[in-house]
T-cell receptor, first 115, second 109 residues
Framework: EADIYQTPRYLVIGTGKKITLECSQTMGHDKMYWYQQDPGMELHLIHY???????EKGDLSSESTVSRIRTEHFPLTLESARPSHTSQYLC??????????????FGPGTRLTVL | RKEVEQDPGPFNVPEGATVAFNCTYSNSASQSFFWYRQDCRKEPKLLMS???SGNEDGRFTAQLNRASQYISLLIRDSKLSDSATYLCVVNEGGDKLIFGTGTRLQVFP
């Protein structure tokens, strides 16, 4: 089992609230990722990080922001949640290495509903 | 055109059947390839990587055809526990994975 954790698992909030989705891993992985997945649809990369103080935007435009102050922690923040942000958010991590075959390990996800 | 395309299914097969899934990708410079498994409302988990020479892991066999930009997954002797969505995943470089929408498999008794 992968040692990557996400909290909360489920979140229902009202429009305009600021929220932070937590992601932590205990595997010492340098690389971490945030994906967004709607029901029945593919995962889309919204943010990634190669290590402490490194953050990059992914392929899917997102109004969320991320930070990487510690290796094990990669939180995602929405300053003002809207119904269009309703989705599942999955965090993942992988080792840093030259191989392009490094496995990405996923957390259990956070299901966000914005009313 | 999507970067990674899969038949969404569902594939409904009896226990013991052999089933094959196909996937095509659009970026000829893609570097590595994977099949992930995702159970309903769960996170994806790596099933197997797909190497140029083809590879096998128990009842699962993966094939890659770079010339046709085509990946396949064969499952032999299907079990009820194989019921899940199978995601075709392509690494286009820099560890940025591109996911297909998945093919849903339902194995019935």
């Amino acid at each position: 089992e992968a040692d990557i954790y996400q909290t909360p698992r489920y979140l229902v909030i009202g429009t305009g609230k600021k929220i932070t989705l937590e992601c932590s891993q205990t595997m010492g992985h340098d690389k971490m990722y945030w994906y967004q997945q709607d029901p029945g649809m593919e995962l889309h990369l919204i943010h990634y990080s190669y290590g402490v103080n490194s953050t990059e935007k992914g392929d899917l435009s997102s109004e969320s922001t991320v930070s990487r102050i510690r290796t094990e922690h990669f939180p995602l923040t929405l300053e003002s949640a809207r119904p269009s942000h309703t989705s599942q958010y999955l965090c993942a991590s992988s080792e840093f290495g030259r191989s392009s075959y490094n496995e990405q390990f996923f957390g259990p996800g956070t299901r966000l509903t914005v009313l | 055109r999507k970067e990674v395309e899969q038949d969404p299914g569902p594939f409904n097969v009896p226990e013991g059947a052999t089933v094959a899934f196909n996937c095509t990708y659009s970026n000829s410079a893609s570097q590595s390839f994977f099949w992930y498994r995702q159970d309903c409302r769960k996170e994806p988990k790596l099933l197997m990587s797909v190497y140029s020479s083809g590879n096998e892991d128990g009842r699962f066999t993966a094939q890659l055809n770079r010339a046709s930009q085509y990946i396949s997954l064969l499952i032999r002797d299907s079990k009820l526990s194989d019921s899940a969505t199978y995601l075709c995943v392509v690494n286009e470089g820099g560890d940025k994975l591109i996911f297909g929408t998945g093919t849903r498999l339902q194995v019935f008794p």
